[in-house]
């Protein structure tokens, strides 16, 4: 829609350029969708993102191996037959290229491009007390005046860790979240990975081959499960399109938004059938035995030492050489309580000749330096070319890095670097008709087919906001007291986790002085639907509206 031009002032004094009923940003899968909600509600919506195109993380995400561990039948908008049924994946994972021409497809088919500002960065968002308003502003120069603000900027977009001269190295240095679209030649390089987290685990498998000497730079091994791939014929696509009513109607209940759920109470099998449980759902290639095969996985400690173990041994198999082992295999927390990968010949690539490994778990990286990188030791790695898959500041960090400014000039960035708070990860108290998708203490990327949880809450946002305007209300805002009802419900299931003490980014331990707090919402996706169904249905009791 057009935007209406306007002479107010934001609260810096600069005129505002454009004034819009709402500003989504973000315009990945979040965005795209709640873009189209809010305009078949009838508002004027702007959508703004950074990158030159739409697609979000699978526009910035486009390193060599990128692809999804969902399915792609499930992986997809379930709001309309014609949509899903006008899209058809060549393989089960699909890879980036894939996922972003499907993205792209989404927005063409639903005509969301005229409401897409791309190429703009959005610096600031305050919220103007007197006029009960947003002022946005970008690197554009925008100063845009809005009623309501959607975050869709993703749970994994603000990426993590640079080293101390990393600008003198005279090679190149790319971090995996800002690959550049043309191609990187490695053919005969040196190449350097930093990381061997789930992309870190793509990135090795697909170069190994290619370059001339790889080092992999590994802090924490990971547990991995190898990925069984297929391409899709005409049969297979007629199949899972045939399902979709089902699949609409069964994803958005089950624990974690995926085809496949929790069946089984491990104390109500033999020992010989739930080692067949653990067999099937390992043999399935996907990561049914993380997220469907034992609830008690998470809970229970001697349960997940023991599906634990058959991993390891699993892994121990394929590794064969004891120094391998013991760099690659975990053995210090247990399977599931950090996030489990899915992976290609990942292991078989460090048997190749060109392939080393070097740990840095107590010989840390302590600079880069012209030549490559230096470890703690004082070794020098020489290197061409270095690529960091270090992971991101997970669920705040894309919000930190804007400077959002609240009731009486509260910073969200201060305001997180205390302790981390949502209301049902869709509204923070102190911040009126500011709403968030894919923030803490939601369901997200941790535990949940983000498809399938970020449509749940961008349904919800467009639900309260129609009934705002129909009940002719122009301000929302959680109460404090909703917030900490909710903060601690959310701590109380979470703290019944074994993820709760483990270290990982699910509790932003990767980042120094990030206050801690598990991260996503551990009670489940279908049960985090009905609560937040339930705040709905009550006429969002506990949200102050006027």
Known sequence: ??????????????????????????????????????????????????????????????????????????????????????????????????????????????DLRKDIQLSTTVQSAHFNEAAERWVVATDEGDVIDTQFLVTCCGMLSAPHVSFPGQETFKGRVFHTARWPQRPIEFAGKRVGVVGNGATGIQVIQTIAEEVGHLKVFVRTPQYAIPMKNRKYTAADVEAYKSKFTALAERLPHTFTGFEYDVEHVWADLSPQQRRDVIENCWNDGSVKLWISSFAELFSDEAINAEISEFVRAKMRERLRDPKLCDLLIPSDYGFGTHRVPLEQKFLEAFHRPNVEIVSVKTNAIERITAEGIRTADGTVHPLDVIILATGFDAGTGALTRIDFRGRDGRSLKEDWSKDI?????????????????????????????????????????????????????????????????????????????????????YLGSNVEGKPRRVLSYTGGAGSYRQKCDEVAASGYQGFAMH
């Open 1 to 110: 829609m057009t935007a209406t031009m306007i002479g107010a002032y934001g609260d810096n004094g600069a005129r505002a350029t454009a004034k819009f009923d709402a500003v989504v940003i973000g315009a990945g899968i979040a965005g795209l969708y709640q873009l189209y909600r809010l305009r078949e509600l009838g508002l004027n919506v702007r959508a703004i993102d950074a990158a030159s195109g739409v697609g979000g993380t699978w526009y910035w995400n486009r390193y060599p191996g990128a692809r999804v561990d969902s399915e792609g039948h499930i992986y997809q908008y379930l709001f309309s037959e014609d949509l899903y049924n006008g899209w058809s994946w060549s393989e089960k994972f699909p890879s980036q290229p894939e996922i972003e021409r499907w993205l792209n497809y989404v927005a063409d088919e639903l």
């Open 421 to 505: 708070r949502t209301t049902m990860g869709l509204q923070v108290h102190g911040y009126p008709n500011l709403f968030t998708t894919a923030v803490p203490l939601a369901p997200s990327a941790a535990l949940c087919n983000m498809t399938t949880c970020l449509q749940q809450q961008v349904e919800w946002i467009s639900g309260c906001i129609s009934y705002l305007r129909g009940k002719n209300l122009n301000v929302i805002e959680a109460t404090k007291e909703l917030e900490d009802q909710w903060v601690a419900h959310h701590d109380e299931i979470a703290n019944e986790t074994l993820i709760a003490k483990s270290h990982s980014w």
